[in-house]
């Protein structure tokens, strides 16, 4: 496949990095990282309607701008460049994807109008490095017309702040799963924000008790399917950020050893640190390879098209490289600074502490190797 952007594409990228270039500065992401919410709300408002990039995936019916996924890995490769400080991946990656994939059009039509508003969301969902029903300690039980969900959740990324929440439950007594939509002000719902390694990123631990969601709450009730197809696409767009990170790291640490000098000549010029560099960018352009394909079959297999059943293994492929590739990035980067690699004072140490994160959310990359080797079994078979 010969991959390259169209003239609006390229427009939407370069929008973003430069955007994003002159606000997410280093300083604005260290100062979103020493509050709870984790992110400045003036800065998500600005996106939200300067840029309106929390609109590309809600169709134009509903007052989106009705593009695809290539556009929205575009973003998101930026945002991951940029270690953007927003609950973008949360609100667009996670609960629209999930009203986009198992919303009815009354869920669509209320929440879309919200977010387009600015309002965020997320999927609650524990988030371990095993994605499976048994990974899922909320039940659900129906009371008449409602549903009551009982349990806690555990690393929501902004639980603790999102206006709405897409939850994933199990049938008490039974392991059919099923998604409900909730506002975060529903009765019997508990939040608290969960300390993390990656400050970046903020994540939050959610309680139930006795919580009621009405008959407009239930998304799909044999939501398995949907909520696989929804991870899937999760995973896609995580693999987008690692990839925009893994490239980054490499751009400051070439800049870092051009300037640093030992026995009187640049570190750059050492023959062992431009094999390095080259084995870096290596990894980050096989991850660029990797995330752009999974995007066109997101897109193909949002509008239903013959590329569908390839969505798992194509999102399992990126996530499972663009994992190793942003983290082995993101150490080999603080080697090639040296001593200072881990300090306050540079950025590295915050690229390495979101590579971490994100290498286990969502499942790590043996887990999505074990993912591929099912299924190619099963195609072989």
Not at 216 to 228: H, P, R, S, V
Request: proline letters at 1%; a negative charge.
């Amino acid at each position: 496949m010969e991959f390259a952007f169209t003239e609006e594409q390229q427009m939407i990228q370069e929008t973003a990095e430069s955007f994003l270039r002159d606000n997410s500065t280093s300083e604005a992401i260290r100062k979103a990282m020493d509050t709870e919410s984790g992110y400045d709300a003036e800065l998500w408002q600005r996106i939200c309607s300067e840029l309106y990039f929390q609109a590309i995936t809600i169709p134009e019916a509903h007052g989106g701008m009705g593009l695809g996924y290539v556009e929205l890995v575009a973003v998101l490769e930026q945002m991951g460049r940029y270690l953007l400080c927003a609950p973008f991946y949360s609100t667009v990656c996670l609960a629209t994807n999930a009203l986009l994939v198992a919303g009815n059009e009354q869920q669509q039509a209320t929440w879309f109008a919200k977010v387009l508003e600015g309002a965020t969301g997320t999927l609650a969902l524990n988030n371990s490095g095993k994605l499976s029903a048994d990974s899922i300690n909320v039940s659900y039980k129906k009371d008449g017309d409602s549903y009551v969900l009982n349990g806690d959740y555990r690393y929501v990324i902004d639980g603790h702040t999102a206006d709405f929440i897409v939850a994933a439950a199990k049938e008490e007594g039974g392991d059919n799963v099923a998604l409900f939509v909730l506002s975060a002000d529903s009765a019997g719902l508990e939040r608290a924000w969960l300390p993390t390694m990656d400050q970046t990123r903020k994540q939050a631990t959610l309680t139930l008790t006795n919580v009621t969601a009405g008959t407009d709450g239930l998304m799909q009730e044999n939501a398995w399917d949907a909520l696989q197809k929804i991870l899937q696409l999760a995973a896609i767009a995580c693999a987008a950020e690692q990839m925009g990170a893994a490239q980054q790291v490499l751009d400051l640490t070439v800049e870092y050893t051009k300037e640093r000098v030992q026995f009187n000549r640049p570190v750059a010029s050492f023959q062992a640190v431009k094999h390095k560099a080259a084995d870096m960018m290596l990894k980050a352009e096989v991850a660029r390879s990797a995330v752009y394909y999974a995007a066109c079959v997101a897109d193909d297999a949002l509008n239903g098209g013959e590329l569908a059943d390839e969505l798992a293994e194509a999102a399992s492929v990126a996530k499972a490289w663009c994992s190793d590739a942003c983290f082995q990035n993101a150490g080999d980067a603080i080697q090639l600074h040296g001593g200072v690699g881990f300090t306050w004072e540079y950025d590295v140490h915050l690229y390495f502490k979101r590579a971490k994160a994100t290498e286990i959310f969502l499942g790590n990359a043996a887990w999505h190797r074990e993912q591929i080797a099912s299924l190619l079994l099963d195609e072989a078979g």
